[in-house]
């Protein structure tokens, strides 16, 4: 298992609850903020596998960063745009930027998150 | 005639004389024997043969004591031999000569054998003098074993029906158990217009018959013990009949005896000698209640036989606690049926030492089924006369009786009057036992209240000291009530053995009673020692009567380990909520614990700080099912080893903390998870479970059987279920129709790849649960089931492929 950032939409679960769509391909997560409106997508720290990377590549609600020098997706600007995301980030540049705002983007590890 | 001998001639003979006279040294033997006499045993068989031997016993070797029934040494039998050594000059010895009945003269002798001697030059040549001879001394069979034999304590007799003047009466009688009695005989008064006593019949055995002249006289029959010498016992009980032609019922059976065996009460008699005797019943009551509270058990036919057998398969298990019964015989002819023999009591033998006492019992220590009965309700019931009672040993003699005023149960208990302090009766048998071995003891006793009364099992070890004891300590009872005590110990190191004692503890001699002595010894845990339905847990009753559990083996031990529980946890900048779904997981003994689900009841904290990490301490109540937080509100933020420990205490299975930081801001709230599953079927795919057939995956729980497929033995086999959770995703593959997780392995019919790259495998976006099942690997580590709607799926075999 592999710990990765994963670009994910989210839906509702029967309990009300915002889970992203990501999840389907891990086991642990941290999901730092919710999006804003319906659809709207967040970078989510998961707990993975090749084989669950490969198939969440074949699903359009999720993007999968296999590493932190990925270059963010338009998504991913998009999305944290307000919190300082440019086109041509490397992943690990805007996960120092938002963690300055959120602390939840900077964990390192799921493994003590229960 | 003068011989003439040369030279050579005297000098051989005056050798040979020379060497003879220096190889007997002059040890010619006398007689050793003074006196010598023979006497006749006053209650029995046999003789007492009594010698005295003088001082000078030099030459002789050993005496014999030789007898016979003809004045023939050469022919006696030889009874006992003493050695004549220097120490037993001027010595008094006597022999015990019980093996004759001496019903004719007997002759004794005692047979001084000299030391062997050498002859011979060369004195190579041993030679034997002759024996010298005492006696015989004669003893006459008229003048031995004169006393009367033990009377005739029970007897009966029948009529039969007149027959040309002659009836025959047939007698049964109690063989008495003096072995000098030689038989029965029947003197009638009154018979034949004699007032004097005349013998009429005689019989060695019951029973037997004799005939009487049918004289219409009413006379007196008595009944006497006759010695093997002829010696009449000088008293014997009487019955009047009437020799008129008229037959009666049988007589009364003797002799009727009852066996303790395995299978019940073996009822053994012979028959009586009655010619029409149809049957004979046998009967059964409480012991000691008569016959008129017995019931008829059986009826058997006579056959003719000399002897019949009945058993009786309930003659144990339905006497009540503590009792036993009693039979009885009656035999039955046309014209009635006789009176009911003697009763003779079932009392459960002392089958080995391991049961010294008898009869059933209030045990109130564990009933579990996993234990050795070392000692039975020991309520000194065998025996009413023999002390110490049989099985137990009175090694400091001690004042012992039998008390039969109000048992605790049975007839009897045991009393020590005046029993020094620590002074015991101990179980004769020595119960081989070793260290760590749990015994339960308990007994009824009473005491003078001045002192503790004590039933103990001593633990002892390969010397045979005393290394410990688990003792019943009945405190100071009084003997106005029996009181049962009881206790619970584990043999010590060095146990080799364990004894019973029974004592008082006071400085002051006092009296104390005893009864119902019970030995236990648990060999195994099972169903009868647990203090619940789900965890084995070891029971036990301690000194104060109180049933108690050991905490050797903690609740969340029976949890299989690596079973994942999966929280989801949501936060703002202010709350933390914790939920989850409901989850089962098996414990060891492979009941099934069931988490419920969170619903509307989840762990929630509010008011909390924005970008602060706290510490959630979780645990699993292992009996309730239900998860908790033993932190505080707010949690932690810092670890908390206090919380960290308690999330294990007993009845708990401890959750990984958690850790989560709040957000910054207040904003769209972040989520997380801990544990959980990442591959398996959704909620609604079938599988294959045994005993419950086809149901769906989400219905699957802890301990289920499902169907897979070894690929190493090419047959399909059933998994043990270990744990099973859901969680609801939003991304699927269908395969071959079956909606599974997207990476799920599975079987493609050559290889397992994951489901998104079989080929045709569709996507599917909808929500649903995802069942996380958790199964048990077999020996060949594969962990694959099948889901069996439609065309089947083999899925799940994470990391092993097939050779």
């Not at chain 2, 063989?175 to 009154?190: K, M």
């Not at chain 2, 030492?353 to 009933?367: E, R």
């Amino acid at each position: 298992m592999m710990q990765k950032w994963m670009l994910s939409q989210c839906f509702e679960k029967s309990d009300g609850v915002t889970e992203p769509v990501c999840t389907a391909y891990g086991m642990r997560f941290l999901m730092p903020t919710a999006p804003a409106t319906s659809g709207g997508w967040c970078l989510v720290f998961i707990l993975t596998s090749p084989h669950q990377m490969g198939a969440a590549g074949q699903d359009p609600r999720v993007q999968v960063y296999r590493s932190s020098f990925a270059t963010i997706t338009p998504e991913t600007v998009t999305t944290y745009a307000a919190q300082g995301a440019t086109a041509g980030m490397f992943l690990g540049e805007l996960l120092d930027v938002l963690s300055g705002v959120e602390p939840n983007f900077g964990t390192t590890s799921l493994l003590n998150a229960g | 005639m003068t011989q003439q001998l040369d030279r050579d001639d005297v000098l051989w003979r005056m050798q040979t004389q020379a060497d003879l006279l220096r190889l007997r040294n002059l040890q010619i033997p006398k007689n050793p024997v003074v006196t010598f006499t023979a006497t006749p045993l006053p209650n029995s068989f046999g003789a007492t043969i009594e010698f005295t031997l003088g001082p000078d016993l030099k030459g002789c070797s050993q005496i014999n004591v030789m007898r016979n029934r003809i004045n023939d040494l050469s022919s006696a039998v030889l009874l006992n031999t003493y050695p004549l050594t220097a120490e037993n000059a001027n010595g008094d010895f006597q022999f015990i000569d019980s093996d004759q009945a001496l019903l004719a003269d007997q002759f004794y002798w005692l047979q001084t054998i000299p030391l062997p001697e050498r002859a011979g030059l060369a004195q190579t040549e041993a030679v034997s003098g002759t024996p010298i001879v005492s006696g015989p001394v004669t003893l006459s069979a008229l003048n031995a074993n004169l006393l009367p034999p033990d009377a005739i304590a029970d007897w009966s007799v029948s009529l039969g029906a007149g027959s040309n003047g002659i009836q025959l009466l047939c007698v049964n009688f109690a063989v008495p158990s003096d072995p000098n009695f030689g038989s029965c005989q029947i003197q009638a008064t009154g018979y034949l217009g004699d007032t004097n006593p005349q013998i009429v019949g005689q019989g060695l055995s019951s029973p037997f018959s004799f005939t009487m002249v049918q004289t219409g006289e009413t006379v007196t029959l008595q009944a006497f013990a006759v010695s093997k010498n002829g010696i009449n016992a000088t008293s014997g009980p009487t019955h009047t009949v009437t020799l008129n032609g008229t037959e009666t019922v049988p007589a009364k059976l003797e002799n009727v005896t009852v066996t303790v065996i395995t299978t019940g009460v073996q009822v053994d008699f012979d028959a009586g000698l009655e010619a029409d005797i149809t049957s004979y019943k046998v009967y059964r009551g409480p012991h000691g209640s008569g016959f008129g509270s017995a019931t008829l058990k059986t009826t058997i036919t006579s056959t003719g036989s000399r002897h019949y057998t009945y058993l009786d398969t309930t003659g144990i298990s339905d006497a009540a606690a503590g009792a036993y019964f009693d039979y009885f015989v009656t035999a039955v002819n046309h014209v009635g049926e006789s009176s009911a023999s003697a009763a003779v009591s079932a009392i459960p033998p002392l089958q080995n030492m391991d049961q010294i006492g008898q009869g059933a019992t209030y045990l109130k220590v564990p009933q579990f089924t996993g234990r050795e009965i070392v000692v039975s309700n020991a309520n000194f019931e065998a025996s009413a006369s023999i002390l110490p009672p049989p099985g137990w040993i009175n090694p400091s003699s001690l004042n012992l009786s039998y008390e039969t005023v109000s048992p605790d149960s049975g007839n009897r208990s045991l009393k020590i009057t005046t029993c020094p302090q620590n002074s015991a009766v101990l179980s004769e048998s020595k119960w081989p036992c070793s260290p760590g071995d749990n015994f339960f003891v308990q007994a009824a006793m009473k005491g003078d209240g001045t002192s503790d009364v004590v039933t103990a099992l001593v633990f002892l070890d390969k010397t045979g000291a005393s290394v410990g004891s688990v003792a019943a300590d009945g405190g100071a009872p009084t003997s106005a009530s029996w009181n049962i005590y009881e206790n619970q110990g584990v043999a010590p190191a060095n146990t080799v053995s364990c004894q019973v004692a029974l004592k008082q503890t006071a400085v002051t001699s006092s009296t104390c009673w005893f009864d119902d002595i019970h030995v236990i010894r648990q060999t195994n845990m099972d169903n009868e020692l647990l203090d619940g339905s789900t965890f084995r847990r070891l029971k036990y009753v301690n000194s104060s009567n109180t049933i108690s559990v050991s905490s050797a083996l903690n609740p969340q031990g029976s949890i299989i380990p690596g079973q994942a529980l999966t929280v989801s946890i949501s936060f703002t900048d202010t709350t933390i909520t914790i939920t989850w779904s409901g989850q089962s997981l098996l414990r060891a003994d492979g009941s099934i614990l069931s988490l419920v689900a969170s619903g509307g009841s989840p762990i929630t904290y509010t008011g909390l700080s924005a970008s602060t990490t706290y510490y959630i301490y979780l645990r699993l109540n292992v009996i309730a099912g239900v998860i908790t937080a033993v932190n505080s509100s707010p949690p932690p933020t810092s670890p908390n080893a206090t919380n960290a420990a308690q999330t294990a205490l007993d009845g708990f299975a401890a959750i990984p903390a958690v850790k989560v930081t709040t957000q910054a801001a207040p904003g769209p709230p972040g989520g997380g998870s801990g544990g959980g599953g990442d591959t398996c079927p959704e909620y609604s795919e079938l599988v294959t479970v045994r005993d419950k057939g086809q149901i769906k995956a989400g219905e699957v729980v802890a301990g289920d059987m499902i169907q897979g497929y070894s690929f190493k033995t090419q047959s399909n086999v059933f998994r043990r279920v270990l744990f099973t959770s859901g969680t609801e995703i939003s991304a699927w593959r269908i395969v071959n129709g079956h909606k599974v997780s997207p990476a799920e392995p599975v079987w493609d019919g050559n290889k397992w790849t994951p489901a998104y790259r079989i080929p045709g495998s569709t996507f599917d976006g909808s929500i649903g649960t995802r069942i996380n099942i958790t199964v048990e690997s077999d020996d060949f580590d594969e962990s694959n089931f099948w889901l069996t709607s439609g065309t089947p799926l083999l899925i799940h075999n994470t990391f092993i492929l097939p050779c």
